[in-house]
């Protein structure tokens, strides 16, 4: 049984940060893609960052520079740092991973906007004020 438990998420007023963090359990943690996406009200699902088996990653134009994605596969963790947080970053995030066994970070970031990952978990709320 696959299982994403997300955490890390609040309320952070505008330029500040947030650490999130992804519990995975259920299956082989190191030889997956995963990745963040996102959903906010009246909006699309957005992939946000995404991380292959061998580290490469792949970023949102919208997050570029202040959001970096990160895994511990000792601990089967996935993590995503957000710096300089904007108004519009504010959405539920969720933790995903796909059972691809080969898929670029840039394929697992495409896939996570338009068809999403086989699993994602719960979601954490970030909300950033104005």
């Known amino acids: 049984q696959v299982e994403l438990v997300e955490s890390g998420g609040g309320s952070v007023q505008p330029g500040g940060s947030l650490k999130l963090s992804c519990a995975a359990s259920?299956?082989?943690?190191?030889?997956?893609?995963m990745g963040w996406f996102r959903q906010a009200p009246g909006k699309e699902r957005e992939g946000v960052a995404a991380i292959a088996s061998d580290g490469s990653t792949s970023y949102a134009d919208s997050v570029k520079g202040r959001f970096t994605i990160s895994r511990d596969n000792a601990k089967n963790t996935l993590y995503l740092q957000m710096n300089g947080l904007k108004p519009e970053d504010t959405a539920m995030y969720y933790c995903?991973?796909?059972?691809?066994?080969?898929?670029?970070?840039?394929?697992?970031?495409?896939?996570?906007?338009?068809?999403?990952?086989?699993?994602w978990g719960k979601g954490t709320l970030v909300t950033i004020s104005s």
């Open positions: 259920g299956y082989t943690f190191s030889s997956n893609s």
């Open positions: 995903s991973a796909d059972l691809a066994l080969d898929m670029t970070a840039v394929e697992a970031l495409r896939i996570m906007t338009e068809t999403g990952m086989d699993y």
